[in-house]
């Protein structure tokens, strides 16, 4: 059988359609711009892999980073929310006391803080860290992290409360002074945490005026102000109100 020779495939499909660039294209140039700026276009395709390269492993880090900081957060909760079961009941408890709940909640708390700064979730670790921390009477530890969650976080929902708690470590270290202009700076506006503050400014001042009685009038003003207040905190606080008046009348008569 005598074989036809091939014919060679047509540089073109018959009856496509040919592209030609318009004629106010000047192809000339434009290939001697690109064969003069060759090692510009070079760099700047190296530049832009290495920006994809570096964009997308960022993308990808974010992400282990918030799986992460997210477990680490939630295995820290659990042991802060712990509840010990009672000695008679099934199983192994998963702390023995408050104090070991507290102290390796605390330390799981702080751990992520430290390793994933950047997280969305460390201003809370950092503040659950402190709250742990004076949970177990560790004043000046709490008052470090606190601290450092007011210096990081200034702008922060849980700002204000963390005010407060940095003046509660201040009364406990005995520095009312201090106390005082921390609860001050939570102390504007309405809300538990401005009622709470203000609570804590009068109690500072009860002390402070017991050796400065210029502070005495300041104190009981402050007290009447907030017992009068139809504020939710302030009556549920109505208790400890009545008892620093009357722990100032009696004082007064005393004097």
């Known amino acids: ?23 106010w294209i000047d192809t000339v140039r434009i290939r001697a711009f690109v064969e003069t700026n060759r090692l510009a276009f070079i760099s700047a395709g190296a530049v832009l892999f290495v920006f994809l390269a570096f964009t997308i492993l960022y993308v990808r880090h974010q992400s ?5 900081s997210a477990a680490m957060f939630r295995d820290a ?14 199983g192994l408890p998963l702390v023995g006391s408050d104090e070991e709940k507290f102290q390796r909640a605390g330390q ?12 969305r979730l460390a201003p809370l670790a950092l503040y659950y860290s402190g709250n742990c921390r ?5 004043y000046s530890g709490a008052l470090e992290a606190f601290d450092q969650f007011i210096a990081r976080f200034p702008r922060h929902p849980l700002v204000g ?5 940095k003046g509660d470590c201040l009364e406990q270290l005995g520095r009312y002074p201090e106390a005082y202009q921390a ?27 017991e050796t400065d009685r210029a502070r005495w009038s300041e104190a009981v003003d402050l007290l009447n102000r907030l017992a009068a207040e139809p504020d939710g905190y302030a009556a549920k ?3 400890e109100i009545r008892k620093l008046l009357t722990d100032l009348s009696s004082q007064s008569e005393s004097k």
Do not use: W
């Open 134 to 138: 004076y949970r177990l009477k560790q």
């Open 64 to 68: 282990t980073v918030a799986e992460r």
């Open 77 to 90: 909760t659990n042991l802060y929310g712990y509840r010990i079961p009672p000695p008679d009941a099934e």
């Open 108 to 119: 799981a708390f702080q751990q992520l803080a430290d390793t994933y700064p950047g997280s």
């Open 161 to 165: 409360q963390a005010h407060v708690a």
């Open 237 to 239: 606080a109505s208790r």
């Open 183 to 209: 609860y001050q700076l939570a102390a504007s506006g309405p809300g538990p945490v401005s009622a709470e503050a203000r609570l804590g400014m009068a109690r500072c001042l009860l002390k402070i005026a």
């Open 1 to 23: 059988m005598k074989l036809r020779p091939v014919k060679p495939l047509p540089t073109r499909p018959a009856g496509s359609p040919t592209f030609t660039l318009p004629a």
